[in-house]
């Protein structure tokens, strides 16, 4: 490797010089176009700061309002509360440690950020995943799915002030999550997929419990969406809030529910099929409306059919290994590979560049979240201070993932 | 891999490409000059033949010698992803062109390469840095960044001073000698 | 005799104290009552109003706390078991004692002053928002006699008095030196302000079919069975009523000025320690005052839902027994503790002889005071007039709690929106039609 030019770290344009503001100086040097249009107050406006710690953002995240009234103008969240440097850590470490390490990503659905980085690797490595594996990854992704589903529902009721669909919901997300931790030891981050497969079989007490959830899981989950479907207050509330048409969705990259809710039918699973989808019916959801209301009876829609989905997998799951046969110590030839999954929160991707050594040369996260959130900005105004938060849940991101 | 694609590729792009378009597994890469991409881009996503309308991801990469940035794009004509390599930035001076004219939701991901890379994006209407402190002064992400040495010298990142083993040049005499009393 | 002192517990030290301490002080009170009483006890029998008064104004501070300690259990309680959770359950029996923990924590905090806050008004505002409540439960009859006051305009002073607590809310908002605060506390005011009209309107109907508006009247009107309480004459004014009291008493659906999803604690985010707890209580007594308010209203308040079919009257007379009562006083007990024993220490061979003289002691106390609580509810119209009156409250306050559980947040702009363009026509059309039919039976 040749000796690479340091850039000048005194060079003004990569800096800015930054006073010490105290209570009583608000507004920092504004730098960029868009930060002049946003600290220009007019008469009448006030910047209001919902800071990082607040009992409501999904996450440490930094929303500066600028209202006038109860009414918000404009909206610059700030990110990087949470930023761990993953993709650097990933560039230091095995192909199969970085797994380990970047289920805290998006961390309500770590299997599927586990997902995306082992199909990229699978692919620069030519390596064939066994058709078991495969089946087992999709059945435990869709249950994945569906909690993090329901983390969603009682969030949104949550911001919404209702108390009691949270609590419902985590009593379904528990009972997921237990199913899982009988097979991959743990609930909240897996660290299950392996690259080639899965770590460990299917075992007598998940098939178990996973019966059991089962038989009485529609029942159950319809009961806990009826708590809000059928509430007035919440319907009134969550209608005609913060739509998003087909043209901006697709403008802004937004992907996953709030991008079907807008009446694009775009499911990567469908439109770029990967592991054993295609052998699977099931449906995509869309609605047109692209309101608050509408992304959250699309996720609702999204959880009857993984149940489908879980439903056919345990009726068509072949036997056989679940990994297949790879060295310890994997190099993988020089190349790239690109790989994207679809999350409960949208298009969960990872681009992978190999040069050969033990250690990935480039590792590219890709998360929905982080797009989602400058959806915020566009959606928000002209609504008041209490839709910030039911557009921002509504829209479901979470920090980790925004924040790598 | 869908080899009428790359047919398609080459018909339409010959001159822009500056290497071979690539197909690996459901992958298919095509390689142009950092300047062009506007122009490619809006190719891409206006020309009937290939509407990619949808950019799944944008991406700094540092291949040790000069700056890459790596686009994503899907669309309904293949089944394949499209990767658009802007290959070639040098690094004194890391500029491309935006593509935020025709995806607004690039701005971010534009300020997250700025952020961990240095690139800058001309047309990006909000560059600063995103998951980074304003006054960090190094750039993450490229391969010359070592820690600590670059981000101590920014109070916002790096080590604690308490791991640098240096004693600090205005410490008491007490704190250097550590013995009970002072002298 | 510091050698003496050394060797002594910390418990025997504390004794040594604190029993001679309490003999001086004890005689010195003693003294001083015998020689001040007399004067004090003619100043109270000729100034009786205003003893009265003081007497029911400090009973009321002392009651507003053990209430607010129960609505505060019942809270945790039920919205405990309509979350599918337990609740507090270490604290107590079954987390009886958690209020007061609560209460005691809250005592226990640091109680700070903001840089920046208009330190006078900062201050008082929780006192404001709190003394407004007792003042208001000073008007309401919980029994026949049992009441501060008996106005001729108790209800308008009721209104009144309630509104004050605007004004405590905006001071706080204000004087916090954060924009949060103010937000929260604008909104608290635009809200109550809102509010108030359709409160107060909706009660003009009831006023209109009783012509006054002392509560006490209002409450001997409704005398007799269920069927003649304002319930069945004013259906729509207390739909109106109820719903204007949530958003009075800041509860969920109605709750915006204290959203913590949004505004942190609204106008209360810069209090800490009592401060806060006084906002907190002010609100849970007042959720007891407003379904006070409604049971006297429109359910009758200390009335029961029917008549006793026949007086029931002891004709026990204590001095006739003579001898026997010593008998009595001293053998029931043992009899009682030893008769109601008895099955437990027979029928299972796991009870002990101690512990079925405990059981059988407990049960008996149980006994003897159940009959004496029935013997009081019959014969005293004050006892069982203060049961059903806390019956009915608290049923209101369960509907409330219950609403806490149940129901999301009504945005700001559709609160007032309904407060405005529908509770207010309702409103005015109950007063209407009231008016047209009261006009009408009356010419008849």
Known sequence: ?404 | MDRAFRALIERTFGDDLTGPVRQRHDETEMRIRPGDVPQVMRTLHDDPRLRFEYLGDLAGVDTGTDFQVVYHLWSVVTPDWLRVVADGIPRDQPRIPSITFLWKGAEWMEREAYDMFGLVFEGNRDLRRIYLPDEFVSFPLRKDFHLPDDASRSPGGGVRPMEDAATPADAAETTVRRTAKAR | MTAYWNRLSVGSRAFLIIVPALLVVGAILTVAVALLLPPVLDFLAANLPLARFVAAAAAIIVVTIPVAFVIIYMELKVIAAMNLRVGPDRVGPYGSLMSVMHGLKVLAKEDFTPRGVDVPIFTLAPIVVFASIPLTMLVIPFAPGVFGQDFNIGLLYFFAIGGMSVVGLMMAGWASFNKYSLLGALRAAAQAISYELPLTLSVVGIIILAGTMSLNSIVQLQAGSFLDWNIWKQPLGFIIFFIAATAEANRTPLDMTEADQELVAGFATEYSGMRFGFFFFAEYVNVFVVSALSAVLFFGGWNAPFNWPFPVTLSLDPGGMGLGLIFLIALAPVAGTIILGLPFWLLSSRVSTLRALVIGFVLFNLLIVGAFMGWAFVSAAWVSGLVWMMLKTFVFVFIFVQMRGTLPRVRVDQLMSFAWKWLLPAALLNIFVTAIAVSILANR
């Open chain 1, 1 to 404: 490797m040749t000796t690479p030019t340091r850039p000048s770290l005194d060079d003004p344009s990569l800096t800015i010089p930054v006073e010490h503001a105290g209570i009583f100086e608000p507004i920092p040097l504004a730098r960029t176009e868009r930060q002049r249009e946003f600290y220009d107050l007019r008469d009448g406006e006030m910047l209001l700061n919902m800071g990082p710690q607040h009992p409501s953002t999904h996450g440490v995240l930094r929303v500066v309002l600028k209202i006038s009234g109860e009414q918000v103008v404009d909206l610059d969240p700030v990110l990087g509360y949470l930023h761990r440097g993953v993709e650097k850590i990933a560039e230091n470490s095995d192909f199969h440690h970085i797994i380990s390490q970047l289920d805290p990503l998006e961390y309500v659905a770590s299997l599927f950020c586990e997902w995306s980085p082992v199909m990229s690797f699978e692919k620069l490595l030519d390596v064939q995943v066994p058709r078991r594996a495969e089946y087992i990854r999709v059945l435990t992704g869709e249950l994945n799915r569906i909690a993090s589903h329901m983390l969603f529902l009682g969030w949104y009721a949550l911001d919404l002030g209702g108390i009691t669909p949270i609590l419902w919901s985590f009593a379904e997300r528990d009972e997921i999550v237990e199913m899982l931790a009988a097979i991959t030891g743990a609930k909240l981050l897996f660290n299950y997929f392996r690259i080639g497969g899965v770590n460990g079989d299917l075992n007598h007490e998940f098939m178990s419990r996973l019966g059991d959830w089962m038989s009485r899981a529609g029942a159950q989950l319809e009961a806990g969406m009826g708590l809000l479907n059928e509430n007035e207050i919440f319907v009134r509330r969550a209608r005609g809030l913060g739509v998003l048409d087909r043209e901006t969705a697709l403008r802004m990259c937004a992907t996953g529910p709030n991008l079907r809710a807008s009446g694009v039918p775009f499911d990567i699973r469908r439109a770029h099929p990967y592991s054993v989808y295609p052998e699977l019916e099931f449906e995509i959801p869309t609605r047109r409306e692209g309101d608050s209301l509408a992304r959250y009876l699309l996720r609702m829609d999204e959880v009857r059919q993984s149940l489908r989905i879980i439903d056919q997998c345990l009726h068509q799951m072949p036997d056989g290994p679940v990994m297949a046969r790879l060295p310890r110590l994997l190099r993988p030839r020089p190349g790239r590979a690109y790989s994207a999954v679809e999350g409960p929160r949208g298009q969960y991707s990872c681009y992978a560049i190999s040069d050969g050594t033990d250690q990935p040369f480039r590792l590219r996260i890709h998360d929905p979240s982080f797009l989602h959130l400058q959806l915020v900005g566009l959606l928000m105004p002209g609504n008041l201070i209490a839709d910030t938060m039911a557009i921002m849940a509504s829209l479901d991101p979470v920090m980790g993932g925004v924040d790598k």
